[in-house]
């Protein structure tokens, strides 16, 4: 990848982290971004959506058991791949259980933002 590739690509998450799909023209994609005023509520919001984005690998908007063990190694919970490849399914079902209150055996962003501001 060009240095040019990897700034449009960082431009890009910078442009779907405030919810502005790319035109494809840098200078008309940066005129919207100069534009944004938002509270810092909304930022945060936008901030939780990027990082669920970040673990709903799939895009189906939720994220599965599989796409949690990721999220528990980025938590700590588990420390390196080998303990990611292994980590049983008791301790998934466990945080699953605890993150997911409508017991659908996924992650919805609501369920996970209400996840993340708890105390």
Do not use: H
């Not at 494809?24 to 990082?51: H, P, Q, R, V």
């Not at 938590?75 to 993150?99: F, M, Q, W, Y």
């Amino acid at each position: 990848m060009s240095k040019v590739q990897g700034a449009q690509k960082e431009f890009n998450t910078i442009l779907k982290f405030f919810g502005i799909a790319s035109s494809g023209n840098f200078m008309a994609d940066l005129g919207k971004l100069s534009t944004i005023s938002m509270t810092e509520t909304a930022i945060e919001e936008n901030l939780y959506k990027f990082m669920f984005a970040c673990y709903d690998s799939d895009g189906n908007g939720s994220i599965d058991a599989t796409e949690l063990k990721a999220l528990l190694r980025d938590i700590g919970e588990v420390s390196n791949d080998d303990e990611l490849r292994n980590i049983d399914d008791p301790a998934v079902a466990e945080a699953l259980k605890t993150i997911d209150s409508d017991g659908n055996g996924s992650v919805e962003f609501p369920e996970f933002l209400a996840w993340l501001q708890a105390d």
